[in-house]
């Protein structure tokens, strides 16, 4: 089946340092799968951060980047200079097409950004 | 604008007691809706998905089950709670498939 990797379960990096967040997965399903990287701020809900649907895009939000690299398999979330607002989990995702939608996660990175 | 409601916030329940918890989204019509739980130190793992009125599927058997009564509330139930469903339980919407979810802010189920 569809799997997703996320190497660091936690994370901590000084304010305005760079952060990169690994992902890798594996799909197995027919064509290439859309990539999501999710986010959970405290006390909030699972809200969608980026998405990429094409190999090769990159998507960005929030000062945030990932691209989709099919060769390497991988999805990393990269920003260049971190804030304390920016301390959160972070989730990987991928979804094949299908008649319903079935986000397979990473386990989830937890971010602590401090000053 | 769309919006996801979730209830309740949070539930503390002895083992062998029924649970249901609710969802209800506003603002879109005929959307598929999802069931998601994550357990403590886990990942969050789909168990149910309904891409119609009063049909559900189920993803992963854990002894619970959904409903679909009305196109835009979801439902998650058991007639007996064990302790490993403990964990944070998310409801979610998508357009179709493969494309983005969009999530509830959860309710965080405790069984003792």
């Known amino acids: 089946g569809d799997s997703v990797t996320q190497t660091e379960g936690q994370v901590t990096v000084s304010e305005s340092k760079s952060l990169i967040i690994n992902c890798t997965y594996s799909?197995?399903?027919?064509?290439?799968?859309?990539l999501f990287w999710y986010v959970r701020y405290p006390g909030e809900g699972l809200q969608l951060l980026l998405k990429v649907i094409t190999a090769g895009q990159k998507g960005s939000s929030r000062g945030f980047e990932a691209t989709y690299n099919k060769e390497a398999t991988s999805f990393h979330l990269q920003k260049a200079s971190v804030q304390e607002s920016d301390s959160a989990v972070y989730y990987c995702?991928?979804?094949?097409?299908?008649?319903?939608?079935?986000?397979?996660f990473g386990q989830g990175t937890s971010l602590s950004v401090v000053p | 604008a769309q919006t996801i409601h979730q209830w309740p916030v949070a539930e503390i329940k002895a083992v062998g007691s029924p649970l249901s918890l609710g969802c209800t989204i506003k603002g879109k019509s005929s959307p598929n809706l999802y069931w998601y739980w994550q357990a403590t130190g886990g990942t969050l793992q789909q168990l149910f998905y309904?891409?119609?009125?009063?049909?559900v599927e189920s993803v992963v058997q854990l002894n619970l089950s959904a409903s679909r009564p009305k196109d835009d509330q979801f439902i998650l139930s058991t007639e007996k709670l064990l302790l490993s469903h403990s964990g944070f339980y998310l409801c979610a919407w998508s357009l179709g498939g493969a494309e983005t979810l969009y999530f509830g802010s959860g309710t965080r189920l405790t069984v003792l």
């Open positions: 799909a197995t399903s027919i064509g290439y799968p859309n």
């Open positions: 995702a991928l979804s094949t097409s299908s008649s319903f939608s079935k986000l397979v």
């Open positions: 309904s891409i119609t009125v009063g049909q």
